[in-house]
């Protein structure tokens, strides 16, 4: 990526400066039907210029609030071949059960086990999100070296939605190794069913169908113009390719592709971490990560979990404090918007309980993941706390385009789901909206 596009994806660029006024930044609405190279981004009308002392109330309201969304509650042909006709995790969720004196499970969604391929369920879900404002889902996607996976959550039923307008969406390519532990062995190391290192020409084969199948879709998220992507591990994926230099070869030509699509160029994201859960996640090569990031090109940085900022079964076992975790992400948050020279967008987890992707009968000790430490104390209200942390340091900081990732939309057998329980309801969307406010292009026919 050029110097100056890079700026311009970390929100300081000319896109923006054509639709500033002395006192806001406006928008213009354009229709979907305009090819994509003379849309503005989703995310350059939104936010009024920064005043001095901090932003408006109103910029604050408008932070893009985008929410991890994991796409296995839905039948799948590979889950049929590991697991049986029919399966989808609602079964690790309906067999979870309580693993010490205390413990809230088994959770149960208000809504039931619902199909999430299914595009009036989807509807349902995009309403309700919009409603609390959140702005965007980003799909955890996979795809592995024989294809896709667990695609139809977006593309047979987000993406057929009557109502899909009233939201955004972005991919962030998950891209580790998918193991057996639905659910794990506490005795048996889990088999390795898909493994996330890609070659090349599956790289390649990858990014033709990113293309065509969703940056052609008018609700794609953009920021200056350029589509957000964003990968999981860097360093699982620079193995793949061979290296760095390798690596930075197949983002050119993702970049060469969403240029010939119309659009200015790619905002690649890169998650990062300090602390490893998952048994595949594999480190970066020996450079620093921000040389690597740099390397590549990247735009913007953030997190995917609080737990990779925050070792849950280091301070207890089996119990942990959703409070220190907080803590400690907000302290990781200032380090990254120092350590790195794109903006970081802070993270907020919703919780953290993986225990429902164990076998119930076994025993629950501190083996790693997924038998680690569980937050306890995430109340809406310790929820709301965390999500006014991550708006004042936005508001705090120098990038106009501001992002927050949450954890998320429906992690349900990790703990960490918006979507309503039967025990608390939409209280943890309540804080949502309270906090950040309802985007004018989200509010519904009946609101006027």
Partial sequence: MSEPCRRRAGCRGALVEVIRFPDRVTFVLIPWAIPPMVRLSTASYRHEA????????????????????????????????????????????????????????PIVPAWGCFDESDPQWAAREIDLAADHGVSTFIYDW?????????????????????????????????????????????????????PGALSRAAFERMTDHIVTAYLSQPNYLTIDGCPYFSIYELGTFIRGMGGVDSAAQAID????????????????????????????????????????????????????????HFNPSGSGFPKSSYVAAMEANVAAWSRYREEFPMPYHPNVSMGWDPSPRTIQSDTYENRGYPFTGILEGNTPAAFRTALEKARDFIGAGPDQH?????????????GSYLLPDTHHGNAYLEAVRATFGVQPSARSAADG
Wanted: hydrophobic content about 40%; aromatic content about 14%.
């Fill in 142 to 194: 996979y795809w592995y070296e024989d294809g896709a996976y667990l695609q139809d959550a977006l593309e047979r039923g987000f993406l057929r939605a009557p109502n899909r307008e009233r939201m955004r969406f972005a991919l962030m390519w998950a891209n580790h190794d998918w193991t057996n532990i639905h659910p794990a062995s506490f005795t048996n190391k889990p088999e390795t069913l898909a």
């Fill in 253 to 308: 030509s993702f970049r060469a592709k969403v240029r010939a699509a119309g659009f200015r160029d790619l905002h690649l994201n890169g998650v990062v971490w300090g602390v490893n859960v998952l048994p595949s996640e594999s480190k970066l090569p020996g450079e620093s990560r921000r040389e690597v990031i740099d390397r590549l090109g990247f735009a913007s940085v953030t997190t995917y979990a609080w737990v990779h």
């Fill in 50 to 105: 920064v005043r001095a002392g901090g932003r408006s109330e109103d910029a604050m309201a408008r932070i893009d609030v985008a929410a991890y969304y994991f796409p296995n509650y839905h039948r799948d042909a590979r889950n049929e071949a590991w697991h049986g006709r029919g399966w989808t995790e609602w079964e690790l969720v309906k067999a979870a059960r309580p693993r010490y004196e205390g413990h809230r499970q």
């Fill in 402 to 414: 501001t992002l927050v990732t949450l954890n998320a939309w429906n992690e349900w057998t990790e």
